[in-house]
């Protein structure tokens, strides 16, 4: 079985402060870990995934097998970044590839 | 590219009636993927479709809940006699192709309210 953990669901920080969004996971396998994200009145969207290795608007997240954890972090946190976050997980799966989601995390960044 | 679309965007229906929800992939992919979100919840899989073929409807409600992807067409999900407890808002995505490393692009999703 697999499953994914966000364990806060909201987190308020401030303009400029850095930002970590938490995410573990649990899954026998091969992971991919995305992240994805839903601003106000917009649909979901995928901001990164593990593979790519990519920073996008100044996000990024590491795969820690050890901890399996997919934490997103900010260095410094902008008012544009408040929005939904959510984690989700992919597994070697011979039928596609249905993510499995956290259940969010609601970013407030605060002026 | 307009993106995967999903409609209506809301739905209201009496318990017991039929709930139809439409989801037209984006241009060139033939994988759909429904999700259900109830309130408070995160995204939940239902069921992953192929054109003209259910290939994992591992977590589909096993009574009164049905999908398809004809050849021609959008993919439907269908809810027969729904309870209130249907309420959530239902979420499609498509990818160009299977497999754990491609990128699943979302619709808007349809809110469906059970009075």
């Known amino acids: 079985a697999q499953r994914v953990t966000q364990p806060e669901k909201l987190l308020s920080v401030f303009k400029g402060a850095p930002v970590e969004l938490k995410c573990n996971y649990s899954?026998?396998?091969?992971?991919?870990l995305f992240w994805y994200v839903q601003y106000s009145r917009q649909r979901l969207q995928l901001l990164l995934r593990?593979?790519s290795r990519e920073s996008i608007k100044g996000f990024t997240a590491d795969l820690n097998k050890g901890e399996t954890s997919f934490h997103l972090k900010k260095p410094f946190a902008q008012e544009e970044d408040s929005a939904m976050y959510y984690c989700?997980?992919?597994?070697?799966?011979?039928?596609?590839?249905?993510?499995?989601f956290g259940e969010g995390t609601q970013l407030t960044v605060n002026p | 590219n307009a993106g995967v679309m999903q409609n209506p965007r809301h739905l209201v229906r009496r318990r017991g009636q039929e709930a139809r929800l439409r989801c037209s992939p984006m241009?060139?992919?033939?994988?759909v993927y429904w999700y259900r979100q109830l309130p408070e919840e995160g995204l939940k899989f239902m069921v992953y479709?192929?054109?003209?073929?259910?290939?994992?409807e591992s977590g589909m409600p096993k009574e009164r809940f049905s999908a398809e992807f004809p050849k021609e067409g959008p993919s439907i999900l269908r809810i027969q006699q729904v309870v209130r407890g249907d309420s959530a808002a239902y979420f499609c995505?498509?990818?160009?192709?299977?497999?754990?490393?491609?990128?699943?692009?979302f619709g808007p999703g349809t809110r469906l309210l059970v009075l």
């Open positions: 995505a498509s990818s160009l192709l299977p497999g754990q490393q491609e990128t699943q692009y």
């Open positions: 899954y026998s396998g091969s992971p991919e």
């Open positions: 593990h593979i």
């Open positions: 989700a997980l992919s597994g070697l799966e011979t039928s596609g590839s249905r993510l499995t």
């Open positions: 241009k060139g992919h033939s994988h």
């Open positions: 479709l192929q054109k003209e073929n259910i290939i994992d």
